[in-house]
T-cell receptor, first 116, second 112 residues
Framework: DAGITQSPRYKITETGRQVTLMCHQT?????MFWYRQDLGHGLRLIYY???????DKGEVPDGYVVSRSKTENFPLTLESATRSQTSVYFC???????????????FGEGSRLTVL | DAKTTQPNSMESNEEEPVHLPCNHS???????IHWYRQLPSQGPEYVIH???SNVNNRMASLAIAEDRKSSTLILHRATLRDAAVYYC?????????????FGGGTRLMVKP
């Protein structure tokens, strides 16, 4: 199906474990993003990617690693999960626009991660 | 990104119009005004955006003040499905990739 999908939708893990959240989009959008949303708060950008093999830090990158070997995939890895990383994680994609008048963001349904 | 200020919450009755305000007094001349909304347990979705002129689409209307220091998202007939958090966001013209900074938004409650 066309769109942007995240997996797993729900994950419970323990402190210190490695966790990878997957994001896959079928539009061949250039840009992909990872946001986290803590209970009752807005979204904060973790990392983004302008194209395959190009990634950059957002507002809250510490404790996270990303890669983008293929345009359609943008996995987010927590190398050693901590309780403060309990959150809902949203992946998004956007076509590159040379002006701000183009390219709405398309979001996945989110991955709810609980770190015990 | 320039900051926006929105009320934390608003209430509306079903089938009545809703006006959601947003203040952005430090907006620059090339900043676009974007609105997204987030339904419960879902990711945000695009609603509308504009630069200077008022905009209409199938979901809503965007009214932009003449000095661009404020804007209003208008839902013409609120439905229960419109209950969501609405985010007003400024996007710089040179912000490639549509990277957006989300604030706290306005939680809209719709009463039957």
């Amino acid at each position: 199906d066309a769109g942007i999908t995240q997996s797993p939708r729900y994950k419970i893990t323990e402190t210190g474990r490695q966790v990878t959240l997957m994001c896959h989009q079928t539009w061949s959008h250039s840009y992909m993003f990872w946001y986290r949303q803590d209970l009752g708060h807005g979204l904060r950008l973790i990392y983004y990617s302008a194209a395959a093999d190009i990634t950059d830090k957002g507002e809250v990158p510490d404790g996270y690693v990303v890669s983008r070997s293929k345009t359609e995939n943008f996995p987010l890895t927590l190398e050693s999960a901590t309780r403060s990383q309990t959150s809902v994680y949203f992946c998004a994609s956007s076509e590159f626009g040379r002006t701000a008048n183009t390219g709405e963001l398309f979001f996945g349904e989110g991955s709810r991660l609980t770190v015990l | 990104d320039a900051k926006t200020t929105q009320p934390n919450s608003m209430e509306s009755n079903e089938e009545e119009p809703v006006h959601l305000p947003c203040n952005h007094s430090t907006i620059s001349g090339t900043d676009y005004i974007h609105w997204y909304r987030q339904l419960p347990s879902q990711g945000p979705e695009y609603v509308i955006h504009g630069l200077t002129s008022n905009v209409n689409n199938r979901m809503a209307s965007l009214a932009i003040a003449e000095d661009r220091k404020s804007s209003t998202l208008i839902l013409h007939r609120a439905t229960l499905r419109d209950a969501a958090v609405y985010y007003c966001i400024l996007r710089e013209a040179n912000n490639a990739g549509n990277m957006l900074t989300f604030g706290g938004g306005t939680r809209l409650m719709v009463k039957p």
